[in-house]
């Protein structure tokens, strides 16, 4: 018998089994994918994947193996800071990054995309900056880290992988895990399943009684422009988030990639344009590219990703295609040729098919991002250079969101939900937050 059971070993699931490390409770956490050092996925060599669970999601620390990009704010989206309160979540977050840098974290500097001449410009031309203390590790370092922190963790609690938990049952104050490897019996249990556990969540929800509510989803055009023209605004920053109001719709930018090169994603049986860092690539190009995500909800997830599926599967028609156009042909209301892009001053870093985007994806997007761009020229005190290119199209997901208490805990006593599976976090750093959150919490009462 376990006092706490969790399920998936993300970034959410090791800050909380590290906050729990130092109690005396019997500790286990369950992973359907591999331990890290054996997570090794095609995708991350631009090939396509042939794993039997996919390795670039799942296994452990989740996506945190990633960019291992931590945004140490609440502005960024997420609804941590209403759950556990503003001055709360920031020391949550010191405490995340101060375990990051325990295990070498501190070998990159962490840096501030706060300016506050650039904000006071941005307003005027009707634009936010939305700002952020980050420590961007990469995947190589964000790698190490997590193999350094799970040798401290499997010293002092159990962790098992490739365990598939089939079926969980309540009786009385006891939950037994039905896995491929036997059953579990644990007097707690946490669900730590990250946005790629969404399926299995919501069935064991639907099982167990759990309620769930709004879902979101953000949908976005991605940009590739020359790194120059947007240099004044980035050289005290590296990275500026900014942020665009279409009536009542806020838009924002994502993912912002000086000297980087766009990438195709693979998620949710689609492929979307993603950014890929210059410090992943062996050369850098002279382009920066971002998407602007504009957010919609939807009342269930079933109607989010039918959603996802009509517009960015329409466009990939079964094959990985993702279209580009140039900026200028957008304007004059002409599709971008072969002959258009031969002598295009920005080359795309993306092979990809030249197209007309106005054919391939709502309108409102394009809407949104004409507008975004206009007043990105004003703020940049320049045209954006018609040799722009726009990709379609980007998606960002999220799962449903899961009615808990102030301490996470569902409608069905002693079950928590954390992390981005909770619906209520959307970063590495809030997920990890809410880790240690409710780490402490059981620590304390269980």
């Not at 940009?223 to 009542?248: C, N, P, W």
Request: aromatic share 8%.
């Amino acid at each position: 018998m376990y006092d706490i059971t969790v399920i998936g070993s993300g970034v959410g699931s090791i800050f909380l089994a590290y906050a729990l490390s130092q109690s005396n409770q019997k500790i286990l956490i369950l992973e359907k994918g591999k331990s890290i050092e054996k997570r090794n996925c095609p995708l991350d060599r631009g090939e396509t994947c042939n794993c039997k669970i996919c390795d670039k999601f799942f296994g452990f620390a989740g996506l945190g193996k990633s960019e291992g990009k931590f945004n140490y704010t609440s502005d960024f989206g997420g609804e941590l800071e209403q759950k556990v309160g503003r001055e709360n979540l920031l020391q949550l977050m010191d405490e995340v990054d101060e375990i990051l840098c325990r295990f070498g974290g501190d070998s990159v500097i962490k840096y501030s995309t706060a300016n506050t001449e650039l904000s006071k410009r941005a307003q005027l031309c009707n634009l936010q900056m939305l700002t952020t203390e980050v420590r961007h590790l990469g995947t190589s370092l964000s790698t190490e880290i997590f193999h350094q922190i799970y040798k401290v963790l499997s010293s002092k609690i159990d962790i098992q992988f490739e365990v598939d938990v089939q079926d969980i049952i309540k009786d009385n104050d006891t939950f037994t895990l039905i896995t491929n490897k036997g059953d579990i019996q644990s007097q707690q249990v946490v669900f730590a399943t990250g946005r790629s556990g969404t399926d299995w969540l919501n069935k064991q929800c639907a099982s167990l009684g759990v309620k769930q509510g709004k879902t979101r989803l953000d949908l976005g055009i991605r940009v590739e422009m020359a790194e120059q023209q947007l240099r004044s605004i980035l050289e005290d920053t590296f990275e500026t988030k900014l942020a665009y109001a279409h009536g009542d719709i806020i838009s924002t930018t994502y993912c912002m990639n000086p000297k980087g090169r766009i990438i195709r994603k693979y998620q949710e049986g689609l492929v979307m344009p993603d950014g890929q860092n210059f410090r992943e690539q062996k050369n850098g190009t002279s382009n920066l590219n971002f998407t602007l995500f504009t957010p919609t909800y939807f009342s269930t997830l079933k109607e989010a990703n039918m959603y996802a599926h009509k517009v960015i599967g329409e466009i990939n028609k079964g094959t990985d295609r993702i279209v580009v156009q140039r900026y200028g042909d957008l304007r004059k209301g002409q599709p971008t040729s072969k002959e258009n892009m031969y002598n295009n001053r920005i080359q795309p870093s993306l092979k990809a098919d030249f197209g007309d985007l106005t054919k391939e994806i709502p309108l409102l997007y394009i809407q949104i991002l004409q507008g975004f761009l206009n007043h990105l020229e004003e703020f940049i005190g320049e045209a954006i250079d018609e040799d722009t290119l726009l990709y379609g199209m980007d998606g960002k997901f999220y799962s449903p969101t899961i009615e808990t208490d102030e301490n996470f805990q569902t409608n069905i006593q002693g079950l928590y939900v954390i992390g981005d599976c909770s619906g209520v976090t959307h970063s590495l750093s809030q997920a990890a937050a809410s880790g240690i959150f409710v780490g402490k919490y059981l620590a304390r009462n269980c």
